[in-house]
């Protein structure tokens, strides 16, 4: 079974650095681009970051800059390094797969929490 | 940046009923369209990708259309199991921008 397995939510405070982890299991995660997506309290879903394999990688402007997306191929695990939080970045944040072949993102794990408050 | 834009916003209709939704996009995006339903309290689940394919175990009620810049999700017969926010998501290139949202509710 394919499944997506996020880590390391929380609360921090404005400026402060946090770091998502998301484990995959079930798929060969070298051949599928990897995404973030989150959803603030309330709101609708804002991509962040994709890494494609091979890794190209793109943010959101609204990320750019202060997140870094970096996927480990022996643990099979994608990462979200983000610093510099803002109030703006609280959210949900989704971990998901691509299906390949530009065939939407299929699989999404639970989400981790996000908190950025003084 | 490519903007999407989904229309009605929210949408109230009876059991049975034929739903359409639309999404907009700012400049041409071919069929690089995908549709995804938020059912409350849960995690999106992909419905619809390259416009009009429906994903694998989605029931065939859905169905999308549209290339260029408009595009339609519409349920044919509405079921109280599709309450929900439903999403369109362009992927032609980054960045993979979603509409705002539609929530359907049932009359």
């Known amino acids: 079974e394919v499944q997506l397995l996020e880590s390391g939510g929380g609360l921090v405070h404005p400026g402060g650095s946090l770091t998502l982890s998301c484990a995959a299991s079930g798929f060969t995660f070298s051949a599928y681009a990897m995404n973030w997506v989150r959803q603030a309290p309330g709101k609708g879903l804002e991509w962040v970051s994709t890494v494609q394999t091979p890794p190209n990688i793109f943010y959101a402007d609204s990320v750019k800059g202060r997140f870094t997306i970096s996927r480990d191929y022996s643990k099979s695990t994608v990462y979200l390094q983000m610093n510099s939080l803002r109030a703006d970045d609280t959210a949900l944040y989704y971990c998901?797969?691509?299906?390949?072949?530009?065939?939407?993102?299929?699989?999404w794990g639970r989400g981790t929490m996000v908190t950025v408050s003084s | 940046d490519i903007q999407m834009t989904q229309s009605p916003s929210s949408l109230s209709a009876s059991v049975g009923d034929r739903v359409t939704i639309t999404c907009r996009a700012s400049q041409d995006i071919s069929n690089y369209l995908a549709w995804y339903q938020q059912k409350p309290g849960k995690v999106p689940n992909l419905l619809i990708y390259?416009?009009?394919t429906l994903q694998s175990g989605v029931p065939s009620r859905f169905s999308g259309s549209g290339s260029g810049t408009d595009f339609t999700l519409t349920i044919s017969s509405l079921q109280p199991e599709d309450v929900g926010t439903y999403y369109c998501?362009?992927?032609?290139?980054?960045?993979?921008?979603f509409g705002q949202g539609t929530k359907v509710e049932i009359k």
């Open positions: 998501q362009k992927y032609d290139s980054d960045p993979w921008t």
């Open positions: 998901t797969k691509d299906q390949g072949r530009g065939r939407g993102f299929h699989i």
């Open positions: 390259t416009s009009s």
